[in-house]
């Protein structure tokens, strides 16, 4: 009886280390605040805005430790509107990451629905991850926001080798006798040591799909018709098609104790039967930490496609009432220069003019 007993309890105690061993985690980000814009379609307006310095979202994340340096995970992440409750993508869950992973001494293998290396890698250093959405460049055409993820996705990262990582992605069109079709693929390097994290990425995608006339302002582009004045209220947008588009760029960042100056250079081509165009944008800024719970950014972004061109001067103040909680105020301002009609700061409709100011105040928590 008493063998008995104690084989019970050591398979008690072998089926509690083996829970513990595993983990769910349910996180999220939700951020909302009123925004004053000077000029949106002719006239100024005053709206509420939410995930500005960090996207709403919600997801769960799953930890498995398999033994002999093995590791299962998986995320589940949805983005939605904290304004309204709305999914962020209509009819998609899981929108911004759907996904399980093995983790190993060699590497690690993901499978699923996952952004690109151009937004992994090089959005740590942007202006628009570091403070307001509406610091990110002109329609977030390289990423920076995550509104771009590659489904059917399959991704290998190595380990990191005096704190260098090399990834690579690929998407699987899964289009019958065109194997090309719809892919997308990725490569991606990052360097973290310390204070300092440098980051580059290329990526290439098939058969995608963009509102140039609302982001950019753009009535066409390439012999496609996009909207006949993109300004105007009640204003139409068509969608602008590209066999593929390839983006690449570098960005990196040092975080001292006084300053953080951080840097960013992206290029997004489009290919299609008439052509090609592209757009590229560098940025430079500067935060400076005030104290510990205080923190001021600047920056500055100038943006090119073809004879278009967008400069954008950006400002925000952050106090972190704690770890997982910030109020702060954001600032930006855009002069469109060149063939370029319209100012358009991402995330709002365009300006009918060549100038457009936004300002606002929010509150933004981790959890």
Not at 214 to 228: R, V
Not at 290 to 311: C, M, R
Not at 336 to 355: E, I, K, R
Request: proline share 4%.
């Amino acid at each position: 009886m008493k063998k008995v007993l104690l084989n019970m309890t050591l398979l008690a105690l072998a089926s509690t280390q083996a829970f513990a061993q595993s983990s769910v985690t349910l996180y999220g980000s939700v951020d909302a605040g009123v925004t004053y814009v000077t000029n949106e379609r002719g006239g100024n307006n005053v709206r509420l805005d939410t995930g500005n310095r960090s996207p709403d979202r919600w997801g769960f994340r799953g930890v498995e430790d398999l033994g002999g340096n093995l590791k299962a995970t998986f995320v589940l992440e949805n983005g939605f509107n904290l304004n309204d409750g709305s999914f962020k993508r209509s009819g998609v869950l899981f929108s911004r990451y759907a996904y399980v992973a093995l983790s190993a001494p060699q590497g690690t293998l993901t499978l699923g629905h996952i952004p690109d290396f151009m937004y992994e890698y090089l959005r740590a250093s942007s202006s628009g991850f570091l403070g307001s959405s509406y610091f990110f460049h002109p329609g977030n055409l390289d990423n920076q926001a995550n509104q771009f993820q590659i489904d059917n996705a399959v991704k290998y990262e190595t380990p990191a080798f005096h704190g260098l990582t090399l990834g690579v992605i690929n998407g699987f069109g899964g289009q019958p006798g065109n194997f090309n079709g719809g892919r997308s693929y990725s490569f991606g390097a990052r360097y973290a040591n310390g204070p300092a994290l440098l980051a580059a990425a290329y990526t290439v995608s098939n058969n995608r799909s963009f509102n140039l006339g609302q982001t950019l302002g753009l009535s066409s582009l390439l012999g496609q018709g996009l909207s006949a004045n993109p300004a105007a209220p009640g204003a139409t947008y068509a969608m602008f098609n590209a066999d593929q588009t390839r983006s690449y760029g570098v960005s990196g960042r040092y975080t001292g104790s006084l300053f953080g100056p951080h840097a960013m250079y992206s290029n997004v081509k489009f290919t299609t039967p008439r052509g090609t165009a592209s757009i590229w944008s560098a940025e430079g800024g500067l935060d400076t930490f005030l104290s510990p719970f205080d923190t001021v950014g600047v920056s500055y972004t100038y943006s090119k496609l073809d004879a278009d061109h967008w400069n954008q001067v950006n400002l925000i103040y952050m106090h972190f009432l704690s770890k997982a909680t910030t109020v702060y105020a954001a600032a930006a301002w855009q002069r469109a220069g060149g063939a370029a009609q319209f100012a358009v700061v991402n995330g709002l409709s365009p300006s009918n003019s060549n100038a457009q100011a936004v300002a606002r105040i929010g509150l933004h928590h981790f959890f």
